[in-house]
């Protein structure tokens, strides 16, 4: 009787220690659900942000190409006369435009901006 009495206390132990490492596998298993969840959102708007960038990336290119090239020698005025026209030549050829275009951001890497 005494050692039926000792296995079933060892079997409930068993049963208890088991219990404990399933739970703590689904509180990790939530865990790392909700994290997939939070990145799934922040793929999304990177996602959107990628197809936004893809679209304008040649009116952006072909501006900043144009600013590289030309703009250098005028002064400030006269730079943004050009820069205005050349912003509307690329809409009457329906290029998209970034509306927040970086030249600096556009033309380096990070890598080259930090040395600066």
């Not at 922040?42 to 290119?61: Q, V």
């Not at 050009?82 to 435009?97: A, M, N, Q, R």
Request: include cysteine; aromatic fraction near 12%.
């Amino acid at each position: 009787m005494s050692r039926e009495y000792s296995q079933l206390v060892q079997e409930q132990n068993n049963i208890v220690t088991e219990q404990k490492l399933v739970k703590n596998k689904v509180e990790r298993s939530e865990s790392l659900y909700k994290n997939l969840a939070g990145e799934l959102v922040r793929w999304e708007g990177s996602s959107l942000n990628f197809k936004e960038r893809i679209a304008s990336l040649l009116g952006d290119t072909l501006l900043s190409s144009a600013v590289l090239t030309y703009i250098g020698f005028f002064d400030y005025h006269y730079r943004q006369v050009l820069k205005s026209d050349w912003v509307g030549s690329i809409d009457e050829i329906c290029l998209k435009l970034s509306p927040t275009l970086s030249y600096t951001e556009f033309l380096s890497k990070p890598q080259d901006r930090i040395l600066w």
